[in-house]
C-alpha cells in the first residue's frame, strides 16, 4: 500500500447534511408590538418531529421595533409569563439539543445593545458590526453566548444576523473563538454567516487553526436561498431545491458536484401548514434520493476540522500496515479509505477489532471496487493496523 493512497472520506461514505433554522427565539412580535409565544412553541415542536438534526437560533434579547428591550431569555421578557418561559426554555434543554445545535443569532437580531448601559443604540447590529475591533466583537458575541448558558444552553456556535461581521470575516472568526473560549472553554467552534446561491461545489471552511493551541473556528455555509420564505405556493417554491422526482434542483445540483446539503429556512418561513408540510416533503426527497447522513452543524465542523487538520504515517510489513494518526480533534464516524492489493484477514483500531461488513457502517470495514473502507471513532493517536 502507498501511503499517497490513504483518503478521508465522508463519515460513512454519505454526505453530511444539515438543515438551518434562522431567526427563532422564544416570542415574536405581532402587529401590535406585543409578543407571542404560542407560536413559537408550536414551531419549535414541529421541528422536533423532522427527525432531521442541523442548527436552531436563540435570539437572547428581544427588543420592539422601536428599540424598546422586551427583556432576556435569562431574566424575563415583557408579556411573556415567566411559566411559559421555563417551559419552553426546557423543551430546548431536554428535546431541541437532541437535534439541533442552539445558538445566539447573536444578541437581538435588531438593534445593538449598548452591554455596559443596557440600551439600544441607533444602528442595526449587521451595520455596527463591519467596523469594529477583535476586542469589541468578541465582548459582544460573549453577552450573547452568557445569556445563553444562564439557561442551560450550550451554545457551540454563532449565528449571524444577516450579514454580521462579513466585511471583517477573519477578525469575526477571531472574535466567535475568543467568546466562546471565554464563556465555554470551547476552542473548537464555528459560525453561520455565508449563503452560497451559485457555487458549484460547497464546503465548510476552516477560518482559523492553531495548532499548537489545538484551537480552529470553522464556516459553515449554506448552500441555499430559503426557498420557502414569503412563498406563496410552497409545494411549488420547493422545487427549487430538490423536483418531485430528484431530477433537478439547487440541492441536487450540488449533490452531484459532492458538495455537503448545508440549506436554510426560517421560522417565519414554515409558520403555515402547508409552509411545513412542503418543508418536511423536502426532508422526504432529500431521504430518497441522495445517500446523507444528518448532523448538527458541530458535528460537521468536528469532522472538517478533523479531515482538515489530522496527519498520519504510514509503517509497512509483510504482514501488517499499520496507519498512525494524530488528530488535534476528535470525531465520531471518521472515515477513511486505501488502496488494498493483498487479502486482509482483520483490521483493528488502537487495540479493537473492526467489525468486516458489505458496507459502510460504525466501527467497520469493507472493501469496494478495490478500496478498503475503515470507519471508527477518531480519538487522539489512534493506530490502525491492517493485517494481512
Not at 401590535?32 to 435570539?59: A, H, N, P, T
Not at 446523507?292 to 476540522?305: D, E, G, L, P, T
Request: proline share 3%; glycine share 4%.
Amino acid at each position: 500500500m502507498m501511503t499517497s493512497s490513504i483518503r478521508y472520506e465522508y463519515p460513512l461514505l454519505r454526505v453530511p447534511a444539515s438543515l438551518i433554522i434562522d431567526d427563532w427565539s422564544v416570542v415574536c412580535l405581532n402587529e401590535q408590538g406585543g409578543v407571542e409565544y404560542k407560536k413559537m412553541r408550536k414551531i419549535l415542536l414541529s421541528l422536533l418531529d423532522l427527525g432531521v438534526k442541523g442548527k436552531l437560533s436563540l435570539v437572547p434579547c428581544i427588543v420592539s421595533s422601536s428599540g424598546e428591550i422586551l427583556g432576556y431569555v435569562n431574566k424575563g421578557i415583557k408579556g411573556l409569563p415567566d411559566n411559559e418561559l421555563a417551559e419552553t426554555l426546557r423543551l430546548i434543554r431536554e428535546k431541541a439539543v437532541k437535534y439541533f445545535d442552539i445558538t445566539p443569532e447573536i444578541l437581538t437580531h435588531s438593534f445593538v445593545v449598548d452591554t455596559e448601559s443596557n440600551k439600544t443604540l441607533s444602528e442595526k447590529e449587521w451595520e455596527w458590526s463591519q467596523s469594529q475591533d477583535l476586542e469589541t466583537l468578541t465582548k459582544y458575541i460573549a453577552k450573547a453566548l452568557e445569556i445563553l448558558k444562564d439557561v442551560g444552553v450550550v451554545a457551540n456556535g454563532v449565528t449571524s444576523p444577516c450579514d454580521f461581521g462579513r466585511e471583517v470575516e477573519g477578525i469575526y472568526a477571531r472574535a466567535v473563538l475568543e467568546a466562546e473560549k471565554k464563556i465555554y472553554g470551547i476552542k473548537l467552534t464555528w459560525y453561520f454567516l455565508n449563503v452560497e446561491r451559485c457555487s458549484r461545489r460547497v464546503t465548510p471552511r476552516l477560518m482559523y487553526f492553531d495548532k499548537e493551541s489545538e484551537e480552529a473556528v470553522v464556516s459553515i455555509p449554506s448552500c441555499s436561498k430559503d426557498h420557502l420564505a414569503r412563498s406563496e405556493d410552497p409545494f411549488k417554491s420547493i422545487d427549487n431545491w430538490i423536483a418531485e422526482d430528484g431530477s433537478k434542483g439547487r440541492l441536487v445540483d450540488v449533490y452531484r458536484n459532492k458538495s455537503y446539503i448545508i440549506f436554510h429556512t426560517h421560522w417565519w418561513s414554515i409558520q403555515s401548514e402547508e409552509s411545513l408540510k412542503a418543508l418536511r416533503e423536502t426532508i422526504a426527497r432529500i431521504n430518497r434520493y441522495f445517500n446523507v447522513v444528518w448532523m448538527k452543524c458541530s458535528q460537521i465542523a468536528r469532522y472538517f476540522a478533523a479531515i482538515k487538520t489530522t496527519k498520519y504515517k504510514v509503517l509497512e510489513s509483510n504482514q501488517e500496515t499499520r496507519i498512525v494518526l494524530d488528530p488535534l480533534f476528535t470525531c465520531e464516524n471518521f472515515t477513511l479509505s486505501i488502496e488494498t492489493s493483498k487479502p486482509i484477514r482483520k483490521i483493528n483500531v488502537s487495540g479493537e477489532p473492526l467489525v468486516h461488513s458489505t458496507k459502510v457502517e460504525p466501527n467497520t470495514w469493507t472493501t469496494i471496487d478495490q478500496r478498503t473502507y475503515l470507519c471508527f471513532n477518531l480519538s487522539k493517536r489512534t493506530i490502525v493496523e491492517i493485517k494481512y
